[in-house]
Structures are given as C-alpha cells and as structure tokens.
C-alpha cells in the first residue's frame, strides 16, 4: 500500500466489480487449471463496465485508515514492549 498505492486502488475497485468469487463453487481438477486468464475473467465478470458506487471509494478508504491504525498501534505497543524489556535486561 505504501510502495504502489495507484495500482493497489485500482485493483481493489476492479474486484468489487466483480461478480462472484473464484473461491466458491469452483471444485479444484485440471479443468480448472486449463482454463485461460481471458475465460475466468469473462466468467466472473471482472472487465464489466459496471462503474463503482460510492461505496467502494468509501470502503476503500476505512480500509487504509484501518490498516494504518493497525500499523500505528502495533508499532506503540512494540517499542514499549521492547522498552521494557531493554530497561530490564540493561538493569
């Protein structure tokens, strides 16, 4: 997210665009593995011209404030823990 933002938020609204997943209903053989690029992405409707709602843009951006937040936290709480443990072991 930090090294290449543009394509990450493209990506992101392609996929919401799209019209199922590839995860269900599909059974795992060599049927699958045959299949080209083109005949999934035509399958699950992923080149629509289907435009995005609001929605997506919003839903994108709780997404980043999320991770952030996450990241902020998780880096507060490390540098304590390690403080600590710094102050403990150097006495």
Known sequence: MFFFPKPLFKAFLRGRKAEGSLYKGYTYNEALLER?????????????DKKNSVFDFVLFFFYVVLLLAFFVLTSYFLCRIFGYLWMVVSG
């Open 36 to 48: 080209s690029i083109g005949q999934v992405q035509e399958e699950l409707n992923i080149n629509s």
